[in-house]
């Protein structure tokens, strides 16, 4: 049994429960649930180890909002390995020798570091397991934006849940997934709009410091504000280009190029390309 998220609440109301990335989109995503008067039972962030300093220093700054809108404080959440000897992305990368499976147009990555810790959490909250119970599945909240290529993402994601229904995964319906800026019809200059409506500064993208979907000015501006952070993740591309594996399909970091090629490169020769991957 399904139920809507705008109904009148009954014995077994289906949990809110927001994915938050601490970006644009899902703060909007926040914003935009207070304007409208929807409130969230429960808000999750998971933690990779490898965030920017920036973002972690907006947790303080949305945590306070949160505070003050009367929204429940974020729950955060990370990968607790049972036999690995790394708790973190960056660890399994030096451990493996390897890179982030995006660098290979892979996306274990996140579903290892952020969905799978997201999803162990809620496994043992009360109100997922009362409204499982009832047959209700759990609303999870999504941060995609209305513009071109989260739509596309949505889609692609949508697929995915739909084949795993198909192949009758248990899992499979546990979760209602709910794109609200999307429903809402709210795209990246809105969430912008959004967010400083609201008083808060708008947060940077995202991203783990040596996330392949990187553009090059991104990571000249690691290179610059945080240069131990980016030697960090040379040390990552070149020990997945010596080690025991070596690279075979892909550069380095940049799939295309390596980041090391970016050390002595001016910060105002850098330009992007037109298509760039978000992650």
């Known amino acids: 049994m399904q139920t809507d998220l705008f109904a009148p609440d009954t014995s077994h109301p289906a949990p809110l429960v927001v994915s938050y990335g601490l970006g644009v989109d899902s703060t909007a995503m926040l914003v935009a649930m207070h304007e409208r008067g929807l409130r969230p039972d429960l808000i999750l962030f998971a933690d990779t180890g490898a965030e920017k300093p920036e973002t972690y220093a907006y947790m303080d700054t949305m945590s306070a909002w949160l505070s003050n809108v009367g929204f429940p404080a974020i ?26 499976s995006l660098a290979f147009g892979g996306h274990s990555c996140s579903l290892v570091f952020k969905v799978a810790p997201q999803d162990k959490f809620l496994s043992s909250w009360t109100p997922a397991r009362n409204a499982w119970a009832a ?48 429903e809402w019809g709210i795209d990246r200059e809105e969430c912008i709009r959004l967010i400083e409506r609201a008083g808060l500064p708008v947060p940077m993208k995202s991203a783990c410091f040596f996330c392949p979907a990187s553009k090059k000015s991104e990571i000249v501006w690691l290179r610059d504000k945080h240069p131990t952070l980016f030697a960090r993740a040379i040390k990552i591309e070149q020990l997945a280009q010596t080690g025991k594996h070596q690279l075979q399909t892909t550069k380095g970091l940049g799939r295309t190029f390596a980041w090391a090629e970016l050390v002595d490169v001016r910060a105002e020769a850098v330009t992007d390309s037109a298509e760039t991957l978000r992650p």
């Open 135 to 182: 047959g209700v599945r759990v609303q999870k909240c999504i941060g995609y934006d209305n513009g071109p290529q989260d739509c596309r993402r949505r889609a692609k994601a949508d697929k995915a849940v739909a084949k795993k229904e198909a192949e009758g995964h248990a899992d499979a319906k546990l979760y209602e997934y709910r794109y609200l800026l999307q």
């Open 75 to 100: 729950s955060v959440v990370s990968y607790k390995p049972t036999r690995a000897p790394y708790e973190t992305l960056e660890g399994k990368c030096l451990t493996n020798e390897t890179l982030p």
